[in-house]
Structure formats: structure tokens, C-alpha cells
């Protein structure tokens, strides 16, 4: 691995392990065995290497997301999408948690944007079918909005002094935002 790669491996790991708050170049240069002036040297400041580990993780989600197995169903698709999009969150909450700050922060990812895009794409497919009862853009917001609540139970598991959130929780957060995208008689195919 070359020091940048190894820069930004040592950057998404105390990113995981320590979140955002906690994120310094002297953990990250320790980490990757080398000084600060090679972290500048590579990334440019500190910044440049946050904003570099920030676009690589939702790299890596999108990877996630484009690798999952793929059904003739458009439904159980998105199900599916859904079921990936938490569980990045729950193997990565402090990780899931930087990305959605930096988000909110404003910045451009061209990755995170795939990402909707994606989610678009998997809700027209169900729209193409009839099976949609609102507009692809709300449903959109529905799926996008219920996928970030039952992440955000991972994130605050700690803050709320409580284990991970039951199966059967997000289950049911999940299922109620398909009832509410979905056609009546569409509903029934849970699987």
C-alpha cells in the first residue's frame, strides 16, 4: 500500500474508532508510521485528508450497495437497500455519523449523491410497475428518511445507555415506511 492509501486507511480507522471529534493527524500519523509533514505533503492539511476519508467511506457504501444481491422484484430490492444502508450505520456508527455531518456541512460527495440516486432508481423501477402510491421523489424521502432514523439508533446507543436497537424495531420502522410508499395491495410482500 502507498502512503497515501496508507494515510487514508489510517484516517477512516480513527475516524471508526474515535469519530470526528476526536480525529487529529497526530492519531492518523501514528497510525500510518509517518510524520505530519507527509501527511501535508499527500493530503494538503488536515482537512484535505478528512475530506479525502469522508469521500472514500461513502465510496465504500456505494460499493456496498451496488454488490448486494440483486432480485427480479423491485421491492425486495429496495428492502434489501434498505437492510445494507443500516447496517453500514451499525458497523460504522461513528464512521455513519461523520459522513452525515460532513453532508450537512455542505460538502459535495459525489459518492453520497450516487447514492440517492440510487435509491431514485430502485423506487422508479417499483413505479414502473404500478406498485408506488406516491410520487417517486417523496417515496424517496420516506425510504431516505426511515433509513437514517433506524441508523441513528445505532449511532445514539451509547447517548440513550441502551444496546443496539432490536431486529423487530428496524423491521418495523422499515416495513411502516413501505406500507406508506407502496401501493395496497403491494404491501404483503415482506420477505
Same mark, same amino acid.
Given at each position: 500500500?502507498?502512503?497515501?492509501?496508507?494515510? !487514508?486507511?489510517?484516517? !477512516?480507522?480513527?475516524?471508526?474508532?474515535?469519530?470526528?471529534?476526536?480525529?487529529?493527524?497526530?492519531?492518523?500519523?501514528?497510525?500510518?508510521?509517518?510524520?505530519?509533514?507527509?501527511?501535508?505533503?499527500?493530503?494538503?492539511?488536515?482537512?484535505?485528508?478528512? #475530506?479525502? *476519508?469522508?469521500?472514500?467511506?461513502?465510496?465504500?457504501?456505494?460499493? #456496498?450497495?451496488? *454488490?448486494?444481491?440483486?432480485? &427480479?422484484? &423491485?421491492?425486495?430490492?429496495?428492502?434489501?437497500? /434498505?437492510?445494507?444502508?443500516?447496517?453500514?450505520?451499525?458497523? @460504522? &456508527?461513528?464512521?455513519?455519523?461523520?459522513?452525515?455531518? @460532513?453532508?450537512?456541512?455542505?460538502?459535495?460527495? &459525489?459518492?453520497?449523491?450516487?447514492?440517492?440516486?440510487? !435509491?431514485?432508481?430502485?423506487?422508479?423501477?417499483?413505479?414502473?410497475?404500478?406498485?408506488?402510491?406516491?410520487?417517486?421523489?417523496?417515496?424517496?424521502?420516506?425510504? /431516505?428518511?426511515?433509513?437514517?432514523?433506524?441508523?441513528?439508533?445505532?449511532?445514539?446507543?451509547?447517548?440513550?445507555?441502551? *444496546?443496539?436497537? #432490536?431486529?423487530?424495531?428496524?423491521?418495523?420502522?422499515?416495513?411502516?415506511?413501505?406500507?406508506?410508499?407502496?401501493?395496497?395491495?403491494?404491501?404483503?410482500?415482506?420477505?
Amino acid at each position: 500500500m502507498d502512503t497515501r492509501a496508507t494515510l !487514508l486507511a489510517a484516517a !477512516l480507522k480513527v475516524l471508526e474508532e474515535e469519530g470526528e471529534a476526536q480525529f487529529s493527524t497526530r492519531a492518523v500519523c501514528s497510525l500510518a508510521g509517518v510524520t505530519a509533514p507527509t501527511l501535508y505533503h499527500h493530503y494538503g492539511s488536515a482537512d484535505g485528508l478528512l #475530506s479525502a *476519508a469522508m469521500a472514500e467511506a461513502f465510496a465504500q457504501f456505494l460499493e #456496498s450497495k451496488n *454488490a448486494a444481491a440483486h432480485s &427480479p422484484d &423491485p421491492i425486495s430490492v429496495l428492502r434489501d437497500g /434498505w437492510d445494507d444502508y443500516v447496517r453500514f450505520a451499525a458497523a @460504522r &456508527p461513528r464512521l455513519y455519523a461523520a459522513m452525515l455531518g @460532513r453532508v450537512l456541512q455542505g460538502a459535495e460527495i &459525489p459518492a453520497a449523491q450516487q447514492g440517492f440516486a440510487l !435509491l431514485i432508481e430502485r423506487i422508479s423501477a417499483i413505479a414502473a410497475e404500478g406498485r408506488l402510491a406516491l410520487a417517486v421523489e417523496v417515496a424517496a424521502d420516506v425510504m /431516505w428518511a426511515s433509513a437514517n432514523a433506524a441508523s441513528l439508533l445505532h449511532v445514539t446507543a451509547q447517548l440513550r445507555h441502551a *444496546a443496539a436497537p #432490536s431486529p423487530a424495531v428496524l423491521e418495523d420502522i422499515r416495513e411502516n415506511a413501505m406500507r406508506a410508499i407502496l401501493t395496497t395491495h403491494t404491501t404483503d410482500t415482506n420477505g
